[in-house]
C-alpha cells in the first residue's frame, strides 16, 4: 500500500491556520491592554488637573487687589482673548504657571482669563477707548428683595450692598509621562 501524506497536508494546513489564530489573540490582548492602559493615564492627567485649578483659584485669592492688571509672569489675563486660543500651541503656553511634576509625572500649568471686555481696568471702570467696561459678574444681594429664581432685576433697581463676584476661566495642561495631555477649563468666581 502507497501513502500520498494527504493526512500531513492536512496537519500542516490546520497547524500554520492556529498559529495564525494565536498571533491574532494576542495581538487583540496586547491591543485592548495599550488602550486600558492610556485611558488609565488619560485619566491621572485630568486628575492631577484639579490641583492646577486649586492652585490658580488659591493665587487669584491671595492677589485680589491686583486682579484688574494682566501679570503674564504669572499666567494672568485681565481680560478675555480676543479670537478663541489654540490650546494646542506652545506659544499660547508661554505665559503659563507650571504648578510641578506631581509622583505620577504629570506636568501641571495654568492660564487665567478674567472675563471682562477691556485689559487692565477695573470691573466697574472705563476702557481706554472710552466705552464702560464689560465682564461676567455675580448678583449681589440688593436693597430691594432679590428677584424670585428664574426672575431678573428690573431697570433701575437699587444698586448692590456688596461688590459683586467677578468670574474667571481657569485653563489647566497637564501633560503626561506617556506624551498624554489633559486640558480642563474651570469658571470661577472671586469677589473683589
Known amino acids: 500500500m502507497r501513502q500520498r501524506g494527504a493526512v500531513l ?3 500542516l494546513i490546520v497547524l500554520v491556520a492556529m498559529t495564525l489564530a494565536g498571533i491574532a489573540i494576542m495581538r487583540s490582548v496586547d491591543t485592548a491592554t495599550l488602550i486600558a492602559g492610556n485611558l488609565a493615564f488619560k485619566q491621572a492627567t485630568i486628575q492631577s488637573s484639579d490641583n492646577g485649578v486649586e492652585q490658580a483659584f488659591q493665587w487669584m485669592l491671595a492677589n485680589r487687589p491686583a486682579l484688574p492688571t494682566t501679570n503674564l509672569t504669572t499666567g494672568y489675563y485681565s481680560a478675555r482673548p480676543g479670537a478663541a486660543p489654540d490650546w494646542n500651541d506652545p506659544l499660547t503656553w508661554a505665559s503659563a504657571v507650571t504648578v510641578g511634576t506631581d509622583a505620577a509625572g504629570n506636568t501641571t500649568s495654568y492660564l487665567i482669563h478674567r472675563m471682562c471686555d477691556c485689559p487692565d481696568t477695573p470691573y466697574n471702570g472705563t476702557c481706554a477707548g472710552g466705552g464702560a467696561q464689560q465682564c461676567a459678574l455675580t448678583t449681589a444681594a440688593t436693597t430691594a428683595p432679590p428677584p424670585a429664581e428664574g426672575d ?8 448692590f450692598l456688596e461688590d459683586p463676584k467677578v468670574y474667571y476661566r481657569v485653563t489647566v495642561r497637564t501633560q503626561g509621562p506617556r506624551n498624554t495631555t489633559s486640558y480642563v477649563q474651570s469658571m470661577v468666581a472671586v469677589a473683589l
Open 152 to 159: 431678573s432685576f428690573a431697570v433701575g433697581a437699587p444698586g
Open 9 to 11: 497536508f492536512i496537519s
